[in-house]
């Protein structure tokens, strides 16, 4: 049957603050199916912070890029009946024809464009958009970026900006876990709260209306071992400056700068820190150790039951003539 889909797309540059009117819905008439290929309709949609870094390089009229939990409604491919449950990258849009046979090449890894939910979800109390967030590549970054990328170990001091975040509030509860002690900062007083009281963070901080260096004294006397960084900006530049010999610095994003990428936040010199206290810089690439997602859901399934707490992702909400 023809089916009539919703796509997300840019409506416009942004410049500043993302609003609800950067965005614009479109309609679009779906081709029929060819041999071998699915129609999924989605269920729910993940905001990963990437996507605010791909919405920054975006042209009005694009299609805003993501990915989704989906069910196959019609089917070409016997291997994929109706009523399948996937995940993959279809961004925001209500349907998408699919050729599930399809890969792409991430961080050196051929993954598939869609494939099956975690196995981990079979018998686990959690919901289905879990593959997404714990168990989708917020959780996988952050558990495999402490434990493979820098080697976290107990006794450590891990400081997180944007501590609240998506990806940070898992980081943080993680490193909890492994026997870091963890300090985070947010840009509100209420997130500070939160991070704090039910996530267990030692230190949480408003960056806002905190002094950072001073914070970064009382709660990291003898320096930060590691960094976890998705803001960047003059937050980064106090951070980095407290860092301890040898400490180790993972970058995952740049809030700072998306709203102002022709004049990003401007960082202090920092070569006589980094020198000086030889702190390494890296970046972490959850596709370059595909090979690794099934083992670190595992472990991830394993904190959840220890009480993780998780947020994050959203169900689908559409036009009034749209159900899942």
Same mark, same amino acid.
């Given at each position: 049957m023809p089916y009539t889909r919703e796509v997300w797309t840019l409506a416009s540059r942004v410049k500043g603050e993302l609003t609800e009117e950067h965005f614009k819905i479109k309609e679009e008439e779906m081709r029929d199916l060819?041999?071998?290929?699915?129609?999924?309709?989605?269920?729910?949609i993940s905001v990963d912070p990437i996507t605010r870094l791909h919405i920054a390089y975006s042209e009005p009229g694009q299609p805003i890029l993501g990915r989704q939990i989906a069910r196959v409604v019609e089917s070409k491919n016997p291997d994929y009946p109706k009523g399948k449950l996937l995940i993959g990258s279809? %961004?925001?849009?209500? =349907?998408?024809?699919?050729?599930?046979?399809l890969t792409q090449v991430l961080g050196g890894?051929? @993954?598939?464009?869609?494939?099956?939910?975690?196995?981990?979800l079979e018998n686990a109390s959690m919901p289905?958009?879990?593959?997404?967030?714990?168990?989708?590549?917020? %959780?996988?970054?952050? =558990?495999?970026?402490l434990t493979?990328?820098?080697?976290?170990?107990?006794?450590?001091?891990? @400081?997180?900006s944007s501590a609240a975040g998506q990806m940070g509030?898992?980081?943080?509860?993680?490193?909890?876990?492994?026997g870091l002690r963890v300090i985070g900062y947010t840009g509100s007083s209420e997130k500070a709260s939160w991070i704090k009281t039910e996530l267990g963070f030692d230190w949480a901080f408003n960056y806002k209306t905190?002094?950072?260096?001073?914070?970064?004294?009382?709660?990291a006397p003898e320096g930060v071992d590691i960094f976890w960084d998705a803001v960047g900006g003059s937050l980064s530049t106090n951070i980095i400056n407290n860092m301890a010999i040898f400490g180790r610095i993972i970058l995952v994003g740049n809030l700072a700068s998306y709203g102002n990428l022709t004049s990003p936040s401007k960082l202090s010199m920092l070569d006589l820190a980094i020198t000086l206290k030889e702190i390494s810089i890296t970046g972490v690439n959850v596709y370059r150790y595909y090979h690794l997602w099934d083992s670190g859901r595992q472990a991830l399934l394993q904190?959840?039951?220890l009480d993780i707490t998780i947020y994050g992702i959203v169900h689908v909400k559409l036009s009034s003539n749209y159900s899942v």
């Open positions: 060819c041999k071998g290929e699915i129609v999924c309709r989605a269920l729910y279809m %961004g925001w849009s209500s =349907y998408s024809t699919v050729d599930p046979t890894h051929e @993954v598939p464009l869609v494939e099956t939910l975690p196995r981990q289905k958009s879990a593959a997404l967030g714990l168990l989708g590549v917020p %959780g996988l970054t952050a =558990y495999i970026g493979e990328v820098c080697k976290a170990r107990p006794g450590e001091t891990i @400081v997180i509030h898992l980081v943080g509860q993680i490193a909890k876990e492994i905190q002094d950072v260096a001073q914070t970064l004294k009382i709660a904190l959840f039951c």
